[in-house]
């Protein structure tokens, strides 16, 4: 017997949700094969079968909160008959699910997931939102077939109403719903609640001409992506403008700990992505070291990890600082909070053409307003001004990046 | 004196597909094989042969009558019945040599001559000139496939009164021919020389037709053949036979009681059905039993002796090569330690005449007497567009399924190509599939395996195309 535990979850995450086993008690399983998914305050991390066996018990049900070492579940190494299932998921099922997760998606595509169910059973799951991962099958090697759909329609048709949300703090109208925020929202609730209330945070602004960065991907967009594969966009340029003012302002790259300062002298730019489950901010290692089109590629590549569900914990952590781009939404200001524990993040917006006054003429010019919000504990207003100043600078008159001024 | 792994006796289907299996788990394997080839029934006088004599006599019956002429092919088409025999026979010695070549590629010894169980792990093999020698074996499989069952009363001699092998070999065609037994071998074989010229009359004890089909389903194949010039004469029994030079008396009584009659015939076939080959094996000399039939008890594939395993024809279950394939490839396994296992609901049959049937799992009378509850989707070949572009329109594809899951409970084609089709139903089926699963999944346009699809989602009510 061999216990299945919830591994190291990465550095700073100290418990995960689990989310959704693969497997019931009684299934045969191959080494290596998936058995449970856990969520975190990050990432989603799943757990492998240390060996052959069959699942015997599953200790830590769907929606349990569990640390590194807790015992998930018991199997057997070994013999490929299937033990009686003992235990079902012990908390499993305690609330309603939200309406919007229950959608069916017919068996996941992932290599690892449960056998296909039956063409009609995923119909009927489709029609009826039925969560087939949780139908047992007993089709060939335990595909979920039309009659183990229909039997389990028919048993949530037969069974009580699932019980109301333990100690609902008031009651529910008919045109309301309550949904049990999940693993990453409610992280990314306590940590922006957290900088909030740690950092002296305030936020300075300035504004950009976009002209000449645009004129520059004008020209070159073409060649640029012929050359290098990806799209030449405007982060690139913020990434290696906020690089070469942190440079020269490193408080802004720097963090408290404690009673002290910590300086760094790496740049990894956390880039932050919407994503259907919400903002995740991947970070982009060594960005200083990386030509405008390394940084395309790593914002594409990450971007997609995001959208994918595929980061990892590594690739969130230990940024020191942070862009964020509300433009694309169309945002025309906003004051970002701190993506703790760094010390400043550059608020982005959206490109708006205003008439702005050059040499004594009023000219239109796509114009962005930049916001700096930084912690001021350890960075002075002349220095984040200075910072917003230099990326300012740096943009309007790209050259300066190749000159280093 | 050699030492084997595992000694097959018998090299029919069932014992030349043991024989590669077991090469391929690496086992040390002999053979045993009286004839000169491999292969068995199936190969020599069965299956194959019958194929080949169906589908040249199919085209020279289309050549003959009024298909050609109605597709604007005039031809003057005369039988040649020596060159259909030798390319007949020129066939199967390929596929002979075929399966001679999988014994030297997977190691396995063919020892010739007939094999006897002389008592624990050892058998003896007498060559056709009277050589003996003794071979040693962990494992005996015991494969010796079937014979026809002889009639009482009208014995085989193969010149007048022929067996399914002398059928496959008449040395002219008959004018009239007597097929006694309505199953699947007479049927065959009647169609043969029915395309060829005969006229065909089949006796059959029994009120209808190929026991075991699907009622409904025999009925329309009964159809289809009567209408092909096909003769039945159905609960009716042969009590005697009379032979001359030329010609043969049958004395035919009504089961039911009644004047009997006499019907002439040039050529009777007689073809009531296989029983299995399993005296003069020694299985007394190792203590293997059977029941009153010659079938010998098994329990997967083990006999009552230790070591000795049987498969195939010899053994319960239809009498079919894949059948018997589908027992080696289950008993090597078993020998070697691993799990082979023979689902028989899922063991699929099919008449190789015109139309072809074809059916998988459960009849309709079975599952009544089951007490199953059941849907029943039905397609006919004359709404399918294929069959009608070929002027093959006889017969339906109906799918049962179970009323309340709609899993497929069973599959019956009468129709063209028919044989061809059930392989879908033996994989849906394995997989537990629902009628819905077929009637939702893609068929190619126009094919006649749409007529299952059709069929599928008739069980549920929603045919579209009839």
Redesign the interface.
């Given at each position: 017997m061999a216990d299945i535990m919830t591994p190291a979850l990465g550095e700073s995450v100290t418990e995960a949700t689990v989310a959704r086993w693969t497997k019931k008690a009684g299934d045969a399983v191959r080494k290596d094969e998936i058995l449970v998914e856990l969520e975190t305050d990050k990432v989603s991390l799943e757990v492998a079968a240390p060996a052959d066996g069959v699942l015997s018990e599953i200790l830590a049900g769907e929606g349990d909160t569990v640390e590194p070492g807790t015992v998930l579940g018991k199997m057997s190494e070994g013999g490929a008959a299937a033990a009686p299932a003992k235990t079902e998921a012990p908390k499993a099922e305690a609330k309603p699910e939200p309406k919007a997760e229950a959608a069916p998606a017919p068996a996941p595509a992932k290599s690892e997931a449960p056998k296909p169910a039956a063409p009609s059973a995923q119909r009927i799951a489709a029609e009826n939102s039925l969560d087939l991962a949780k139908v047992s099958g007993s089709g060939k090697d335990g595909r979920v077939t039309k009659g183990d759909a229909i039997a389990a329609l028919e048993s949530r048709a037969s069974a009580p109403a699932p019980a109301a949300a333990p100690s609902a703090p008031r009651e529910l109208h008919e045109r309301e719903e309550r949904v049990r925020m999940t693993r990453l929202r409610q992280t990314i609730a306590r940590r922006l609640k957290e900088a909030q209330n740690n950092a002296a945070m305030l936020t300075t602004f300035n504004e950009v001409d976009m002209s000449a960065v645009m004129a520059l991907r004008t020209e070159y967009k073409d060649v640029f992506e012929k050359r290098h594969g990806v799209r030449l966009g405007f982060m690139s340029f913020f990434v290696k403008a906020c690089i070469a003012a942190l440079k020269q302002v490193p408080d802004v790259n720097a963090e408290i700990d404690g009673q002290d300062i910590i300086y760094k002298n790496h740049y990894d730019i956390g880039v932050a992505v919407g994503t259907e489950k919400g903002l995740v901010v991947p970070v982009i290692r060594d960005a200083d070291d990386m030509s405008l089109a390394g940084v395309e590629k790593a914002i594409g590549a990450m971007g997609k990890k995001a959208r994918d569900g595929q980061l990892a914990l590594d690739d969130l952590q230990g940024g020191t600082f942070t862009i964020s781009n509300g433009g694309v939404y169309g945002s025309l200001m906003s004051t970002p909070i701190l993506n703790a524990p760094q010390s400043g993040i550059l608020g982005m917006h959206k490109i708006q053409e205003r008439p702005m006054v050059v040499k004594g003429q009023v000219v239109i010019r796509p114009m962005m307003y930049l916001a700096l919000s930084y912690d001021h504990r350890v960075v002075d207003g002349q220095g984040a001004v200075t910072f917003l100043v230099k990326v300012k600078d740096a943009i309007e008159d790209p050259q300066r990046l190749l000159l280093d001024l | 004196m050699s030492q084997y792994d595992v000694v097959i006796i018998g090299g029919g289907p069932g014992g030349y597909n043991a024989a590669i299996r077991a090469g391929q788990l690496g086992l040390k394997v002999a053979c045993v094989e009286k004839r000169d080839t491999l292969g068995g029934t199936c190969l020599n006088v069965g299956c194959m042969p019958s194929k080949a004599l169906l589908h040249a006599s199919e085209l020279y019956d289309a050549a003959m009558g009024k298909e050609f002429a109605t597709l604007g092919i005039e031809v003057k088409p005369k039988l040649n019945l020596s060159q259909m025999m030798a390319q007949k026979a020129d066939s199967v010695t390929q596929l002979t040599k075929g399966i001679e070549f999988l014994f030297k590629k997977n190691k396995a010894d063919w020892i010739k001559g007939a094999g006897k169980i002389t008592g624990p792990g050892k058998v003896e093999v007498t060559g056709a000139d009277g050589s003996v020698q003794t071979l040693e074996a962990k494992n005996i499989v015991i494969a010796t496939g079937s014979e026809p069952t002889p009639l009482p009363g009208v014995e085989i001699d193969q010149q007048r009164i022929v067996d399914s092998t002398g059928a496959l070999s008449l040395p002219e065609v008959p004018k009239k021919l007597i097929v006694v037994g309505a199953g699947i071998i007479g049927l065959e074989l009647g169609s043969v020389w029915r395309r060829l010229g005969a006229e065909v009359t089949v006796v059959e004890f029994l009120d209808r037709i190929t026991p075991g089909m699907d009622t409904e389903t025999a009925k329309t194949f009964q159809r289809s053949l009567t209408k092909q010039g096909i003769v039945f004469k159905l609960g009716a029994k042969v009590t005697g036979a009379e032979t001359s030079k030329s010609s043969v008396k049958l004395t035919v009584e009504p089961v039911a009681g009644g004047e009997a009659e006499t019907l002439e015939a040039d050529y009777v076939l007689v073809a009531i059905g296989r029983r299995p080959y399993t005296e003069g094996l020694g299985l007394e000399s190792v203590g293997v039993t059977t029941d009153k039939r010659g079938v010998i008890e098994t329990d997967h594939f083990k006999t009552s002796a230790p070591g000795v395993w049987a498969i195939g024809d010899a053994i319960h279950g239809p009498m079919l090569a894949h059948k018997a394939e589908e027992d080696a490839v289950a008993c090597i396994e078993l020998i070697a330690g691993k799990a082979g296992h023979v689902d028989y609901n899922l063991v699929p049959s099919v008449v190789y005449t015109a139309p072809e049937v074809a059916w998988v799992g459960k009849t309709e009378e079975q599952l009544k007497e089951a007490g199953v509850a059941y849907k029943v989707g039905k397609f006919p070949f004359t709404a399918n567009s294929r069959a009608k572009i070929n002027h093959e329109t006889d017969g339906f594809a109906k799918i049962l399924a179970?009323a309340?899951?709609?899993?497929i409970l069973g599959v019956h084609i009468v129709g063209p190509q028919a044989g061809e089709m059930i392989g879908e139903y033996c994989v849906a089926m394995?997989?537990?599939?629902?009628s819905?699963?077929i009637a939702?999944?893609s068929h190619p346009h126009p094919t006649r395996s749409e007529a299952g699809r059709q069929a599928a989602m008739g069980v549920e009510g929603w045919t579209m195309q009839s």
């Open positions: - | 179970d309340k899951t709609d899993e394995t997989f537990k599939a629902a819905e699963d939702r999944t």
